[in-house]
């Protein structure tokens, strides 16, 4: 792709003062923020236009590209928390739709005894490595699905084994079906925080998340589980996968978390999530800005959607912003490509977890690292490829707007549609601002 066609979002700037952006607020009042800067001023639309100088530092004139220079560099010199995501198996009791791990999770295999201690080698050199001790590191457990009778046993041995060789902050992500079962032993084993996925009431919850094999609800057992973890002092982080055909059910979901009290419970936290990609490639998904707008018009019907946090590209800055702290400047668009590392059931090391079980996106056999001490060079390369990309060094993002609330996007998903790590995953960000803008930065919580 060539710099003089840019990607889908992109916003060309080059002086600081092209990073400053104006929302319309209520009763004749505008937002006016730099991107750069990361300055935000609110108040009369007639003012607005002498706001630039005092988001922009007195310097809208100045050339940008020292600023980013600096920036890069500070995150260079800057510590970065180090995490793993660990997959004992890809076998999973659900089949949705629209999972990323696709055909993978037919598959059975777990983690053997001998396996679950070269991944404890495996990490442990990687923190080394990365210059980090196991202690401050989190590890994440994850799968398919490992929360269920078939692999907990396993998950319980991975978890005493990582213990044992240091490691304190586990969390683990399920789909919920089985976690009341098991919600104590996780508790008694370490397990503080759960990631759980409910995608609407009933029965749109359980079309497009259903059980593998049965036609049996899993929407009940899953509130169970959450309650469970809730009584027990563990935080449930609940996500809900949004696209334009359960947005409009949203409101009814909401009331079932009301009726429970968990928007009000401090250990209950919720995001929406948009669909960007269906990875079975049968199901079309509505750009962002469009979502955006759809769940303005649910939260003008209920404003309890208003209680979770929507996971829209940008919209942390208005977050940041409308809390009154200054809001971070995105030089990575993850963890993947700031000190992440994926162990798979695969016996593969990765940066991510989306290309996780995928061959291209492997860095090096677990038995490899565990062996060695280290990743091997051609391994290394590939991860300094994806450690290195960032705004200011990849060629549309160094002079993009939008590219400080950006990161430079997915880096998965930039390959798998152009091919290289080096190319953009743009968001319809000025669609997105101008959607949802006014009602996050006026009334979420």
């Known amino acids: 792709m060539s710099i003089s066609s840019p990607p889908h979002g992109y916003s060309a700037a080059r002086l600081v003062r092209d990073y400053t952006h104006q929302i319309e607020l209520s009763g004749g009042e505008r937002l006016v923020f730099n991107l750069l800067t990361g300055l935000a001023w609110q108040g009369p639309a007639n003012e607005a236009v002498d706001a630039g100088t005092a988001v922009e530092r007195d310097e809208g004139g100045a050339e940008a590209s020292h600023a980013l220079e600096n920036l890069e560099a500070e995150f260079q010199d800057s510590p970065h928390p180090l995490s793993f995501q660990l997959i004992p198996t890809y076998g999973c009791n659900f089949s949705c739709a629209y999972c990323y791990e696709g055909s993978l999770t037919s598959k059975q295999k777990q983690w053997t ?4 201690a070269q991944v404890v080698s495996a990490c442990t050199h990687l923190a ?3 210059g980090r001790e196991l202690e401050k590191a989190s590890f994440t457990v994850l799968g398919g699905e490992v929360i269920r009778s078939e692999t907990f046993k396993g998950v319980e041995t991975l978890v005493s084994a990582l213990y044992d060789a240091g490691a304190r902050r586990f969390e683990a992500i399920t789909n919920g079906f089985e976690l009341a079962e098991h919600a104590a032993a996780m508790k008694a084993m370490g397990i503080g925080r759960v990631q759980i996925t409910v995608d609407g009431p009933r029965a749109i919850h359980d079309k497009r998340r259903p059980v593998r094999l049965v036609r049996e609800s899993s929407f009940e057992r899953i509130l169970d589980g959450i309650e469970a973890c809730l009584g027990l002092g563990v935080l449930v982080n609940l996500r809900v996968n949004i696209d334009q055909r359960n947005i409009p059910h949203l409101p009814d979901l909401f009331e079932v978390f009301d009726s429970r009290g968990w928007l009000d419970d401090p250990l209950f936290r919720g995001y929406l999530a948009p669909l960007e990609r269906d990875y079975a490639g049968k199901m079309y998904f509505a750009p ?11 939260a003008e019907k209920n404003p309890l959607l208003l209680r979770f946090r929507w996971d829209i590209h940008g919209l942390d800055f208005l977050y940041a912003i409308r809390s009154g702290h200054r809001p971070r400047l995105k030089m990575r668009y993850c963890g993947a490509t700031r000190s992440d590392y994926m162990l798979d059931a ?6 991510c977890w989306f290309g996780a079980g995928q061959d291209q996106f492997k860095l090096a056999d677990i038995s490899e690292v565990a062996t060695h001490g280290k990743l091997p060079e051609k391994g290394r390369r590939k991860l300094n490829e994806w450690r290195s990309r960032g705004p200011t060094v990849m060629p549309h993002c160094s002079s993009c707007k939008w590219s400080l609330i950006c990161g430079g996007g997915c880096a998965y998903k930039a390959a798998v549609k152009t091919g290289g790590l080096s190319s953009p995953n743009c968001a319809p960000f000025a669609g997105i601002f101008e959607a949802a803008g006014k009602t996050i930065y006026e009334h979420q919580r």
């Not at 005894?113 to 679950?116: G, K, R």
């Open 113 to 116: 005894p001998l396996e679950i």
């Open 346 to 351: 695969r016996n593969g090391v990765y940066a």
């Open 128 to 130: 080394a490595e990365s």
């Open 288 to 298: 962002e800005d469009e979502m955006a707008r759809m769940l303005v018009a649910q």
